[in-house]
């Protein structure tokens, strides 16, 4: 196989303890092993890539490191018989742009139980627009219907509606004909919100109860959270009898303090939403539904897209709060 020459998105360990960001001529030499070689045509920034390029030891432990969690592309090569030369594969989730060398760079070489073939009803582009977020709320509702959720048993509260996951969530409820009511802290997005199919839209501070209570009067009948701390303790105190609250982020914080009561006399679900080590039936079931009746409809809307010389601004600007919609990279 040629050495090839590309180029890469690298964060560096200075001597003084800061980090610093540029971009890098690498070589496909240099790349971890893996049995499947990879051009990517895209990669998405996320907040987590934010994070690790910038020094965040409790995503990335150690540096020089290529960031970028989401990325797709097609095959170059592969030493198994799991994929053919040119197709086209996404790759998220597992160790993926944090531990191991990620998606900002123009090649990537990973093992072959880590990409998924593109769905033929989903463009490159739009696998990306959907990346990790729109994975990590389809697998919301999806762990959620298993344990018996369905739009007949009354609305369900969205958490952190404006973010990257709280927006496909929105987005992917209404397609299923659910009632949804999205909790903003944004004045400023519930036009948005609306316009991916909110009924409602509450102010964060709604689904934030002070009242010390462990049990509150019903107010949605599931949740889908993305803040943790007590917006969870909200969203389960308030939940209907038997529906499922779904967990997937910590904006505010990773602490809980609730009480046994909304499960032992609710029935309520908490559910656990861990998309690393998603099985990969499920997996492939998830982007499936992604590529088909639960494609979002607004994709085309949120994107940017840049190329990678424009990367480490757009990082800045995520990390100080003044980030808007997806932002990918097209190499």
């Given at each position: 196989?040629?050495?090839?020459?590309?180029?890469?998105?690298?964060?560096?360990?200075?001597?003084?303890?800061?980090?610093?960001?540029?971009?890098?001529?690498?070589?496909?030499?240099?790349?971890?092993?893996?049995?499947?070689?990879?051009?990517?045509?895209?990669?998405?920034?996320?907040?987590?890539?934010?994070?690790?390029?910038?020094?965040?030891?409790?995503?990335?432990?150690?540096?020089?490191?290529?960031?970028?969690?989401?990325?797709?592309?097609?095959?170059?090569?592969?030493?198994?018989?799991?994929?053919?030369?040119?197709?086209?594969?996404i790759v998220t989730s597992y160790d993926f742009?944090?531990?191991?060398?990620?998606?900002?760079?123009?090649?990537?070489?990973?093992?072959?139980?880590?990409?998924?073939?593109?769905?033929?009803?989903?463009?490159?582009?739009?696998?990306?627009?959907?990346?990790?977020?729109?994975?990590?709320?389809?697998?919301?509702?999806?762990?959620?219907?298993?344990?018996?959720?369905?739009?007949?048993?009354?609305?369900?509260?969205?958490?952190?509606?404006?973010?990257?996951?709280?927006?496909?969530?929105?987005?992917?409820?209404?397609?299923?004909?659910?009632?949804?009511?999205?909790?903003?802290?944004?004045?400023?997005?519930?036009?948005?919100?609306?316009?991916?199919?909110?009924?409602?839209?509450?102010?964060?501070?709604?689904?934030?109860?002070?009242?010390?209570?462990?049990?509150?009067?019903?107010?949605?009948?599931?949740?889908?959270?993305?803040?943790?701390?007590?917006?969870?303790?909200?969203?389960?105190?308030?939940?209907?009898?038997?529906?499922?609250?779904?967990?997937?982020?910590?904006?505010?914080?990773?602490?809980?303090?609730?009480?046994?009561?909304?499960?032992?006399?609710?029935?309520?679900?908490?559910?656990?939403?861990?998309?690393?080590?998603?099985?990969?039936?499920?997996?492939?079931?998830?982007?499936?539904?992604?590529?088909?009746?639960?494609?979002?409809?607004?994709?085309?809307?949120?994107k940017e897209i840049i190329q990678l010389e424009?990367?480490?601004?757009?990082?800045?600007?995520?990390l100080a709060g003044n980030s808007k919609g997806?932002?990918?990279?097209?190499?």
């Amino acid at each position: 196989m040629e050495n090839i020459e590309f180029k890469a998105f690298v964060s560096r360990e200075n001597e003084d303890g800061t980090f610093s960001r540029k971009i890098e001529n690498k070589t496909t030499a240099e790349l971890p092993e893996g049995e499947v070689l990879i051009k990517v045509s895209y990669a998405a920034l996320n907040y987590k890539d934010a994070l690790s390029a910038s020094g965040h030891k409790g995503i990335t432990k150690t540096y020089p490191h290529v960031p970028g969690v989401d990325a797709v592309g097609e095959v170059v090569s592969c030493t198994t018989n799991d994929f053919t030369e040119g197709e086209a594969v996404i790759v998220t989730s597992y160790d993926f742009g944090m531990n191991t060398s990620g998606g900002f760079q123009e090649y990537i070489r990973v093992p072959a139980a880590w990409p998924v073939k593109l769905p033929r009803a989903l463009s490159m582009e739009e696998s990306m627009i959907l990346g990790t977020g729109g994975f990590t709320a389809a697998l919301s509702l999806y762990k959620m219907e298993q344990c018996g959720q369905n739009p007949a048993m009354g609305p369900i509260l969205v958490t952190g509606a404006s973010g990257g996951v709280g927006s496909m969530a929105v987005s992917i409820l209404a397609l299923n004909d659910y009632e949804v009511i999205a909790a903003s802290g944004k004045q400023s997005a519930h036009t948005y919100l609306k316009e991916l199919g909110a009924k409602h839209i509450i102010d964060r501070a709604e689904a934030n109860d002070q009242s010390g209570r462990p049990l509150l009067r019903t107010k949605w009948a599931g949740a889908i959270d993305t803040v943790g701390d007590n917006t969870l303790a909200t969203c389960i105190k308030a939940c209907g009898r038997n529906g499922s609250v779904a967990v997937c982020g910590l904006v505010a914080s990773p602490k809980l303090d609730t009480t046994v009561y909304p499960f032992i006399l609710n029935g309520v679900n908490l559910l656990g939403i861990e998309t690393a080590e998603t099985p990969r039936n499920i997996r492939l079931e998830i982007w499936e539904k992604l590529a088909q009746e639960w494609k979002p409809q607004h994709l085309q809307q949120i994107k940017e897209i840049i190329q990678l010389e424009e990367l480490d601004g757009y990082i800045d600007q995520m990390l100080a709060g003044n980030s808007k919609g997806r932002v990918l990279v097209k190499f």
